[in-house]
């Protein structure tokens, strides 16, 4: 047999003892799906088109606070909803895959208008060394890792780094928030990437604490500049 043959049969083999399904709604994906079916992809995962819009929500909670050149986010994260299911799985479940396809998507909807044009590398948003070690893995690094595969834009995983952890965000209000991230971040090289330009991933985009924090640090390298992109937007 050729090694095409041998590939899709080991494949058709391993999809019959171990069938890949939908994250979405749990029938078995074609050969060329990956997570989700078509149909879960196009129907049940609310896309925002923000990349279309310049002043558009994701953009707009910036606003006044740190300069950016433009921002966007994919879809809509709600209670309950496909996205909330997939990150979860993604951050607590080691679905690492969700976290590549997530990116793969949002660089998709990207690289339709060239939304990324002037850009020159992506940054994700860091853990813990403590938390990362826990978890296994950096959950945005895959989602950069994707969006780099599709952008052809290099990945920097360790430019940005936390000085200091954090307690937890989820309980805390928008001035907690804020005040919990100041100085929570820094840059390990400002002299070897002046006038790039950035742009800063993260999952879920809530008070924009943890990506302004982010992008406080990026600009401290001379002349750099930052955009913003996320999967999720949360109300």
Request: aromatic share 8%; net charge neutral.
């Amino acid at each position: 047999m050729s090694g095409n043959i041998m590939k899709d049969f080991a494949l058709g083999l391993g999809s019959l003892f171990y069938p890949r399904l939908c994250e979405g709604c749990s029938k078995s994906l074609l050969a060329e799906e990956e997570v989700l079916c078509l149909n879960c992809n196009v129907f049940n995962l609310p896309r925002t088109a923000y990349h279309h819009i310049a002043e558009n929500e994701t953009y707009m909670r910036f606003a006044g606070r740190v300069p950016v050149v433009r921002a966007t986010s994919f879809a809509y994260f709600t209670a309950d909803g496909l996205l909330q299911h997939l990150l979860h799985g993604l951050k607590y479940d080691d679905k690492k895959e969700i976290g590549i396809y997530l990116g793969k998507q949002l660089g998709y909807d990207l690289q339709q208008l060239n939304w990324h044009k002037g850009i020159d590398y992506i940054v994700p948003v860091p853990l813990h060394p403590a938390k990362e070690a826990q978890r296994g893995y950096n959950q945005t690094q895959l989602i950069a890792e994707g969006m780099g595969e599709v952008l052809q834009l290099p990945v920097l995983g360790s430019l940005l780094y936390r000085t200091r952890h954090t307690d937890s965000q989820t309980q805390k209000t928008r001035e907690e928030r804020i005040s919990n991230m100041v100085g929570a971040f820094a840059v390990k090289d400002t002299t070897n990437y002046t006038g790039k330009h950035f742009l800063l991933i993260d999952d879920v985009l809530t008070t924009g604490a943890t990506l302004e924090a982010c992008a406080q640090a990026l600009l401290t390298i001379p002349h750099a500049t930052v955009s913003i992109a996320t999967v999720g937007v949360a109300n």
